[in-house]
């Protein structure tokens, strides 16, 4: 039986990423760092503890600051 995916997005790049879980966990499993990201869904800001759900497709944009 396959497990549900998700698709974590990073620059063009898809990720799958098991689906029922927190974004964090997803992102984590991958080297993302949880405060260094954006989440985005349906282009719709999110936090990283939503939870996947099969078929999501969710953009990690990187923060950047600076002067």
Do not use: Y
């Not at 549900?4 to 991958?30: D, V, Y």
């Not at 800001?45 to 990187?62: F, R, S, V």
């Amino acid at each position: 039986m396959e497990k549900p995916q998700a698709t974590l997005i990073f620059k063009e790049k898809s990720i799958p990423c098991r689906a029922n879980t927190p974004i964090w966990k997803g992102m984590k499993a991958h080297g993302f760092s949880r405060s260094a990201f954006l989440i985005v869904r349906d282009g719709e800001l999110i936090t990283d503890d939503e939870i996947l759900k099969a078929g999501d497709q969710i953009e990690i944009i990187l923060v950047v600051s600076g002067g």
